[in-house]
């Protein structure tokens, strides 16, 4: 079975930080792009942060200098460093695996609560 299994949500103050962890199995890892997105209260789901199976990153102009992703290919983990939070942080946060050579292979996370208040 597929599972991305994320952890490290919570609740933080404005300014601090938080780092998600997702523990991905059932795939072979290194050939999946991995991806962060989010949803906010009342918001559709947004792409936030992807890295390659190179290793290239790219983010959403409202986290760039803020959030850092990386992954772990000998621990089959991706992560989301966040610094810096704010208030309109506040979102559920997802996991994706996407494969690089097939549009059918995609998988999510159940989601994690991040929320960011005083």
């Known amino acids: 079975q597929v599972q991305l299994v994320e952890s490290g949500g919570g609740l933080v103050e404005p300014g601090g930080s938080l780092r998600l962890s997702c523990a991905a199995s059932?795939?072979?890892?290194?050939?999946?792009?991995m991806a962060w997105y989010r949803q906010a209260p009342g918001k559709q789901r947004e792409f936030i942060a992807r890295?390659?199976?190179?290793?290239?990153?790219n983010y959403v102009d409202s986290v760039k200098g803020r959030f850092t992703i990386s992954r772990d290919n000998a621990k089959n983990t991706v992560y989301l460093q966040m610094n810096s939070l704010k208030s309109e942080d506040t979102a559920v946060y997802y996991c994706?695996?996407?494969?690089?050579?097939?549009?059918?292979?995609?998988?999510w996370g159940q989601g994690t609560q991040v929320t960011v208040s005083s």
């Open positions: 994706n695996a996407d494969h690089v050579f097939s549009s059918a292979r995609e998988y």
């Open positions: 059932g795939i072979i890892f290194r050939v999946y792009t």
């Open positions: 890295i390659t199976t190179g290793g290239s990153t």
